[in-house]
């Protein structure tokens, strides 16, 4: 059960649990809609059996309401065989078809149940699991990772991957399988990474690999570099809570190592060559949500830095739109999780048009770094809370030292410049732990604001994707109207929206800088106040031009314009999650979302 608890974050609209006996004897099966705790409480009055093996699963609903009935895991062969699933099956409307006009009975709206049927025939036919399960997959379109337990093998899992995460875990006369890594790092912290298109096979004492067509294959092993403390709440009140208070460690732990003894920059899995590094005209950024716009961020930095554009793509859209891609782009995927489906067919479509991509990942033995040409990872620590915090200031802190990389070897900055960034970078996790101790005052804010119904928020510069993230943790924590613009767009449209108390976030730019548009922001701040806007202002220490035009205003440390975002954007997490758990939501489940994004 910890194992679940830890992977709950990636869908808690049901949960439910098979376990095989050793006597061979039907499935002990427990299945409950809502979080986890339902089947905890169903189960504490309730336990089942202690078995050989069992499967256990937590579900984001596609096919069919989040009901117990369509709860996993789904039963076939008169209930000696369960099925889990994650993904989507994409052709099981026609296997449905094809398995009612032979009698089938169907117990859900899933389209999971249709593998289950399917194995069982497959199983009848073979009397061997993962044969069974190779054959169904060979079968099955779209995305899933299925696991499988018969009653008549008690002692045997089986696995099948494609496009879905699975990793194993191999324990010490036990072994694992699971979606991450954290459904097992109680017992073990070693692991294998699988591939696409494989099918596992674990016993206490064995694992074996094959691909869909029985061809033997050796999996990577890896170790993994936290422990199960890291994804525990810690005495925190919850894992968001935890997570901000993680983010100076996240963001010293992403730069640690990173230079070479000459002082050069070093990234971790470099499989492009330098010259055709020197060669890229273009970066294009492919990520979704927060990682999307860290990616916003990365634009300022690294056209700055090295005088190459940047593009920044919401990854679902890139594929549909025909970009304009080839050897010469190197395409940026940016995703925590390294699961989110939409990201994972964009680093595709851009491999398949000749470009290189380097992925920028949290999660290792994940798809994406897995896929791609070159990897840098982060290391911000599991991250639990469904709402992106800590993650962002860590893949932010990635593309500034990519930038770096690639000014270096393009010749754009002298070392010493590239040195002093550095050095400025090394400064950051005190800055923003100074955000978090001095945050006193924005959780009463946000505390006083908890019935708000819209809450605007303004940024210019890099402090543009900071107001869309602060919008867009607003709005998944606390489920309240949010919108982040552009200060300078005000003027041409969402203006309108100003109204007497509406509040507004401003993200003030620095005041130093040669392009400075500080003045700039604050005059936009005077045009929402005279329509009648409540202004929070979020500005830095010794910035006395801001405090007359702030009805609240929030100093943070000083910082180099481009890396201001690692501080301005902490305020407005915490005032997030703050308004949200004064609401009594769940801030580490909101509704309606799961952590990794594993459909598209
Ligand atoms: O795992 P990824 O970074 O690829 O996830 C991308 C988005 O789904 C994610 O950043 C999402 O927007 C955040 N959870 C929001 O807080």
């Not at 055709?276 to 273009?282: M, P, T």
């Not at 679902?316 to 999780?337: C, G, M, W």
């Not at 007359?548 to 943070?556: A, I, L």
Request: proline share 4%.
């Amino acid at each position: 059960m910890g194992g679940l608890r830890r992977l709950e974050y990636r869908g808690y609209d049901s949960a439910g649990v098979a376990v095989v006996t050793a006597d061979g004897g039907p499935l002990a099966m427990a299945k409950k809609a809502g979080k986890l705790v339902n089947l905890e409480d169903y189960l504490a009055a309730q336990p089942l059996p202690l078995g050989t093996a069992a499967i256990g699963h937590t579900r984001w609903a596609t096919h069919g309401a989040p009901t117990d009935l369509n709860a996993h895991p789904h039963l076939a062969d008169r209930g000696r065989l369960a099925v889990i699933h994650n993904g989507i099956i994409e052709n099981f409307a026609v296997l449905k078809a094809e398995l009612l006009a032979t009698g089938v009975v169907f117990a859900s709206e899933t389209d999971t149940e249709v593998a289950a049927h399917l194995l069982a025939k497959a199983f009848v036919e073979t009397r061997d699991l993962a044969e069974a399960m190779r054959i169904v997959a060979r079968r099955l379109e779209g995305a899933f990772t299925l696991l499988a337990v018969h009653a008549n093998v008690p002692d045997v899992v089986v696995g099948a991957r494609r496009n879905s995460p699975l990793v194993v875990g191999l324990g010490d006369g036990e072994n694992f399988l699971g979606s991450d890594v954290s459904a097992f790092i109680e017992h073990t912290r070693d692991a294998l990474e699988l591939g696409q298109d494989q099918v596992v096979t674990i016993t206490s004492d064995g694992v074996a690999v094959t691909d869909f067509y029985g061809g033997a294959v050796t999996p990577r092993r890896f170790t993994v570099d936290w422990d199960a403390t890291a994804a525990e709440k810690g005495g925190f009140r919850s894992f968001m809570d935890k997570e901000i208070h993680d983010e100076p460690k996240a963001v010293a732990d992403t730069l640690l190592g990173r230079t070479d003894p000459a002082g050069g920059l070093i990234l971790d899995d470099l499989r492009i060559n330098e010259a055709v590094l020197r060669a890229v005209d273009k970066i294009v950024v492919v990520a979704c949500g927060t990682a999307a716009y860290a990616g916003h961020v990365a634009k300022y930095a690294i056209e700055h830095w090295c005088r190459i554009p940047v593009e920044v793509e919401l990854a679902h859209e890139f594929r549909y739109r025909d970009p304009v891609v080839n050897e010469k782009t190197l395409v940026v995927a940016i995703s925590q999780s390294g699961e989110t489906m939409d990201t994972i067919m964009a680093v595709r479509h851009a491999r398949e048009q000749g470009a290189k991509v380097l992925a920028i990942c949290n999660t290792y033995g994940s798809t994406i770094p897995r896929e791609s040409d070159a990897v840098l990872y982060t290391h911000a620590g599991p991250e639990i809370a469904v709402a992106s915090t800590k993650a962002f200031l860590a893949q932010i802190t990635a593309t500034y030292l990519l930038g770096l990389y690639l000014a270096q070897l393009r010749g754009n900055k002298f070392p010493d410049e590239i040195r002093e960034i550095l050095t400025q970078l090394h400064a950051m996790p005190d800055k923003i732990q100074s955000v978090i101790d001095h945050a006193g005052p924005v959780r009463e804010l946000a505390r006083s604001m908890r019935d708000a119904e819209s809450v605007l928020f303004l940024g210019r510069h890099v402090g543009f994707p900071v107001a869309l993230e602060g919008a867009l943790k607003l709005k998944e924590l606390a489920y309240i109207h949010a919108e982040g613009f552009a200060a300078g767009e005000l003027k041409h449209g969402p203006i309108a929206l100003i109204d007497e108390g509406q509040p507004v976030f401003v993200i003030v730019p620095s005041s130093s800088g040669r392009d400075s548009v500080h003045d700039k922001v604050i005059s936009n701040i005077q045009e929402i106040r005279a329509r009648g806007a409540r202004t929070m202002v979020i500005a830095e220490e010794g910035d006395t031009a801001v405090e007359p035009f702030g009805d609240d205003v929030f100093f943070v440390p000083a910082t180099p314009t481009l890396l201001a975002p690692l501080v301005s954007v902490v305020p407005l997490q915490i005032f997030a999650c703050e308004l949200a758990t004064a609401r009594g939501l769940d801030v580490d489940q909101p509704r309606n979302l799961a952590k990794s994004v594993t459909v598209e």
